[in-house]
C-alpha cells in the first residue's frame, strides 16, 4: 500500500510565476491536509480538504494561494505570483477520518523561490 | 486558539541514554489528542507515539513514553536506551477532538532538534 505521494519533490520557480505542488493521498483516504514549514520552524497549517471541498482554509494566505481536491485525482496546491517568501518545504497528509485517525505525511514538496 | 510550546530546540543525549524532550500546550478544550512526530534529515515526518486526552493512562511504545500531565498541561517524551538512528527534529502536536473544522488540524511546536552522541 503506497504512502502518500508528492510531486515534485523539489521545485524551482522565479519570483512571478506559478507553483503547483500535487499529492496523491493513501489509497482509501478521503482527507487531504495541506501545511507549510519554513527554515528553522515547524509545521503550520494551511488548508483541510475533503474530496470536492474545501473544510478549513483559515490557514492559508488570502492571497495568491488556492488548493482543491478534486473526485479524480490528486489534490492540487497552487501558488500564484510566487515570492522569496514562499520558499518552503509544504507536506501532505492524508487520513481516512478525523478525530484520532492518524494524519500520514508525505514526503513534502521543496519549494525554492529564485 | 491552541498553542504548543517547546522550550528546549536543542538537546544531545549519550547513545544508550535516556532523554527527556519537553512539551507544554495551551487549551480551553477537555478532549483532544497530542502526538510526537519524529522529522529526521529526510524531511519525512514518522509519528512516534500518541496520547489520548481521555486516558490517565501514559501510552508506551517500545523506547518511547510520554509523561501526560493533563492539569499542568504538559506532554514529555522519554525517550530511553538512545539510539544514533533517534537523530532528528521532533515536534509535538496538538489535535482537538471537537467539530469537523476545527477537530482536524495538527498545531506543532517549533521543534527540539536530537543529537545521539556514540
Known amino acids: 500500500n503506497a504512502g502518500v505521494m508528492q510531486n515534485p519533490r523539489h521545485l524551482v520557480r522565479r519570483r512571478g510565476q506559478e507553483a503547483r505542488l500535487r499529492c496523491s493521498p493513501m489509497?482509501?483516504?478521503?482527507?487531504v491536509y495541506w501545511y507549510r514549514q519554513l527554515p528553522e520552524e515547524g509545521l503550520k497549517f494551511m488548508v483541510y480538504l475533503q474530496k470536492e471541498n474545501i473544510i478549513d482554509e483559515s490557514g492559508m494566505p488570502k492571497e495568491r494561494f488556492s488548493a482543491e481536491f478534486p473526485k479524480e485525482g490528486p489534490s492540487i496546491l497552487r501558488i500564484q505570483q510566487v515570492v522569496r517568501g514562499d520558499s518552503a518545504a509544504y507536506f501532505c497528509?492524508?487520513?481516512?477520518?478525523?478525530?484520532?485517525?492518524?494524519?500520514?505525511f508525505g514526503p513534502g514538496t521543496r519549494l525554492t523561490v529564485l | 486558539a491552541q498553542t504548543v510550546t517547546q522550550s528546549q530546540p536543542e538537546m544531545s543525549v549519550q547513545e544508550a541514554e535516556t532523554v527527556t524532550l519537553s512539551c507544554t500546550y495551551d487549551?480551553?478544550?477537555?478532549?483532544?489528542?497530542l502526538f510526537w512526530y519524529k522529522q529526521p534529515p529526510s524531511r519525512q515526518m514518522i509519528l512516534v507515539i500518541r496520547q489520548e486526552a481521555y486516558k490517565q493512562q501514559n501510552a508506551t511504545e517500545n523506547r518511547f513514553s510520554v509523561n501526560f500531565q493533563k492539569a499542568a498541561k504538559s506532554f514529555s517524551l522519554k525517550i530511553s536506551d538512545s539510539q544514533l538512528g533517534d537523530a532528528a527534529m521532533y515536534f509535538c502536536?496538538?489535535?482537538?477532538?471537537?467539530?469537523?473544522?476545527?477537530?482536524?488540524?495538527?498545531?506543532f511546536g517549533e521543534g527540539t532538534q536530537l543529537t545521539v552522541n556514540p
Open positions: 502536536a496538538y489535535r482537538s477532538a471537537r467539530g469537523e473544522t476545527s477537530g482536524s488540524r495538527l498545531t
Open positions: 489509497k482509501g483516504h478521503s482527507h
Open positions: 497528509a492524508s487520513s481516512h477520518g478525523q478525530g484520532a485517525n492518524e494524519q500520514f
Open positions: 487549551t480551553s478544550e477537555s478532549d483532544y489528542y
